[in-house]
């Protein structure tokens, strides 16, 4: 199950009860950013004369947290999350989508804003559902293909490369599929490496937290007697 620790080598069972308790709100919150993101990215924010959609302060940390629970669970648990995270995305969508079809009260009058925020089109859906997919599970693999190359060694390596990359692949795909043929490439590619460029300054900032919460999940397993 995704919410849920899974047994490692060396872990005894009341270790791995307490990892549950304390990993499922970790998970909780890369859903509820995830779900989140979706919707603020409908806002479009300019930050230091970047142009952003406003999920550039929630998305990328979602990044961080696949990371934690890949180092503490491994690869399986967070493949399984990413996935958790994707068929939760489409049901939001398909919620909204009903709901922005029932007929609105008389004396509502903001189905346009409704209709504008929450009325994606199926291109932007399909862009960021793509890009979430490719992006999250290559993140997982490159995160343990690094850990394998450094022995277990250099968290933060393994968690800045594996970000870094994915993120590239994150915002071209999403910024290729959803605007091409709309805007002209040079401004595509702009669009691209603004984002890509936030995403890095957060990827270089949550360094500190991965270490913190990773120890933070481990500690049990290293104090608690057999």
Known sequence: PVFSYTEGPGKNSRNNRKGAMKLQAMKYLFVTFLLLSNIMASKIVSIFGLLLPAAVIAYPVTFLFTDVVAEVEGKKSARSLVMTGFYLSLVMVALLWAARLLPPAPFWTHQEA????LGA????????????????????????????????RHLWLRNNLSTMVSQLIDSALFITVAF???????????????????????????????YMLVRFYERDSRNDPQ
């Not at 409704?114 to 925020?117: A, E, K, L, M, Q």
């Not at 199926?122 to 997982?140: C, E, F, G, K, T």
């Open 180 to 210: 091409w043929g709309l805007y002209p490439p040079a401004a595509i590619g702009k669009m691209v490496l603004g984002q890509y460029a936030v995403k890095v300054a957060i990827a270089l900032l949550d360094t500190p937290f991965c």
């Open 121 to 152: 089109t199926p291109r932007i859906v399909l862009a960021s559902m793509l890009a979430y997919v490719v992006s999250q599970n290559h993140d997982v693999w490159a995160f343990h293909w690094w850990k394998e190359k450094t022995a277990g």
């Open 114 to 117: 409704w209709d504008r925020i």
